[in-house]
């Protein structure tokens, strides 16, 4: 297999942590995003999209968008499972993973930041606060939920990692990269320092992947 990704890119950082939960050996080829190379004509010949992260699976088809490569991923090496066995169980966790994959990430890649400066003319300060309000209004959905659940244990759902916690800590991650304050939200931090205590997060952080600065 081959693996697409940047090291500041979270969207790969959620592929890269559910590589390593099942231990599936890939090539990892970085794409220098910074540098533009994810437009180029060479990467869009891969995905047409021009965002990272893309997969190429080890019979040669290309697939797209973190959460559909998880999917594959855990069909193809069912465990450890990212998803629970029952169905409302399944829907619980993907529901977390979609708030932050769905509906907060989306709205502070690179490009909406880059329209929302050149083209709608927000200051650095308002697209700030666009950032800070999608961070925010995410995470605020993702504690309550885990934190009024019975399902919530260790991790997200029960005492095993999943998707959910993939996505979380994705979006803990993101209110770091945006200096946002993330101490208001005890479960999500909790279930996060679980996390981190995994080689497969904590070793998938962006900082510790090719190409990151020291800090
Ligand atoms: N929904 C996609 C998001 C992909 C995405 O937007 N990736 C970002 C990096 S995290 C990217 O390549 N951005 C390039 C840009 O916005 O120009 C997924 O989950 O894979």
Not at 44 to 57: C, D, F, H, S, Y
Not at 143 to 153: C, M, N, Q, V, W
Not at 161 to 166: F, K, R
Request: net charge neutral; hydrophobic share 45%; aromatic share 6%.
């Amino acid at each position: 297999m081959i693996f697409y990704s940047n090291w500041r890119s979270l969207a790969a950082y959620r592929v890269r942590v559910a590589l390593a939960m099942k231990q599936i050996p890939h090539e990892v080829v970085t794409i220098d995003m910074l540098g533009g190379e994810h437009q180029g004509a060479a990467f869009t010949a891969v995905n047409p999209q021009g965002v990272i992260p893309a997969l190429r699976t080890s019979d040669g088809q290309v697939l797209v968008q973190s959460l559909a490569i998880l999917e594959y991923l855990e069909e193809i090496r069912p465990t450890p499972a990212l998803l629970p066995p029952d169905p409302a169980g399944r829907a619980r966790v993907r529901g977390l993973a979609l708030i932050h994959a769905a509906d907060s990430h989306p709205l502070l890649v690179p490009r909406v930041r880059a329209h929302l400066q050149k083209d709608a003319g927000l200051d650095d300060a308002a697209v700030q606060r666009w950032v800070d309000r999608a961070l925010h209004s995410g995470l605020d959905a993702i504690e309550k939920l885990l934190a009024h659940s019975p399902e919530t244990g260790q991790f997200c759902h029960g005492d095993q990692p999943t998707m959910a916690d993939i996505t979380l800590t994705s979006h803990l991650l993101a209110m770091g990269f945006f200096r946002c304050d993330a101490s208001a939200y005890p479960t999500a931090n909790r279930i996060a320092q679980n996390c981190e205590r995994l080689e497969a997060f904590s070793n998938s952080h962006p900082l510790k992947q090719p190409g990151a600065p020291a800090q």
